[in-house]
């Protein structure tokens, strides 16, 4: 159980193109979803959580005109990367929470690798 | 503000050595302490959690974990190397809020 997906998991686009990344959680409802950005040899870095049906918050520093997050069901949440520019090149986890007792446990999905050109 | 530091980027053992990934923690209330491990280009699965229940936490694979609040510690340890536990290692602290904030990593490598 817990599993979640990302769709796609790998997108190549010309630089001021936007691109949409899909979360999905496959087998529990989510309450919360996470958007993480991971830089070759690098931890991962929050972006921005996602509660269904209110609008996301950014970590310091994360332009929210630029990602644009929807969190429009309890399975699903969309990162759209608008303006795509090459240092936006990156591995774009996301990760939703399922209550275990007293404790949100945060399951990840697989990730996307983005290159922008 | 929490956080904790993974020391090591990189730590090398022989399969069926002992593994121990260090991790210590900085925290002002009692944290809630992860690991998780990424396989390369894919997501992170959790290994292990303290949840201030017990202070020793089995976790999946052979893996296990304790907290000690005196030398503000998580380290993951393994008794037995496998060639498939290669892969990156990360710890984290959740600072409330279902945040996780995250170490550097640690690669392990394991050799025959």
């Known amino acids: 159980g817990a599993v979640v997906s990302q769709h796609p998991s790998w997108v190549i686009c010309k630089s001021g193109t936007s691109v949409k990344i899909e979360c999905r959680s496959l087998?529990?409802?989510?309450?919360?979803m996470f958007w993480y950005r991971q830089f070759p040899k690098q931890s991962l870095m929050l972006m921005a959580t996602s509660n269904e049906g209110s609008k996301a918050t950014y970590e310091q520093g994360v332009e929210k005109d630029k990602f644009l997050i929807n969190h429009a069901s309890l399975t699903l949440s969309t990162l759209t990367v608008t303006s795509a520019h090459p240092e936006d090149s990156s591995f774009y986890i996301c990760?939703?929470?399922?209550?275990?007792?007293?404790?949100?446990?945060?399951?990840f999905g697989p990730g996307t690798r983005l290159l922008v050109l | 503000a929490q956080s904790v530091t993974q020391l090591g980027s990189h730590v090398s053992v022989s399969e069926g050595a002992l593994v121990l990934l260090r991790c210590n923690y900085s925290?002002?209330?009692?944290?809630?302490l992860f690991w998780y491990v990424q396989y390369p280009n894919q997501g992170l699965q959790l290994l292990l959690k303290y949840t201030s229940a017990a202070t020793l936490v089995k976790g999946i694979n052979g893996f296990e974990a304790e907290f000690k609040k005196s030398e503000t510690s998580f380290h993951l340890t393994k008794p037995s190397a496998h060639m498939s536990d290669a892969a990156e290692y990360f710890c984290?602290?959740?600072?409330?809020?279902?945040?996780?904030?995250f170490g550097t990593g640690t690669r392990l490598l394991v050799s025959p």
């Open positions: 984290a602290v959740s600072p409330g809020f279902q945040k996780l904030v």
């Open positions: 990760s939703a929470t399922n209550r275990q007792g007293a404790v949100e446990t945060q399951y």
């Open positions: 925290s002002s209330v009692p944290p809630y």
């Open positions: 087998d529990f409802q989510a309450t919360t």
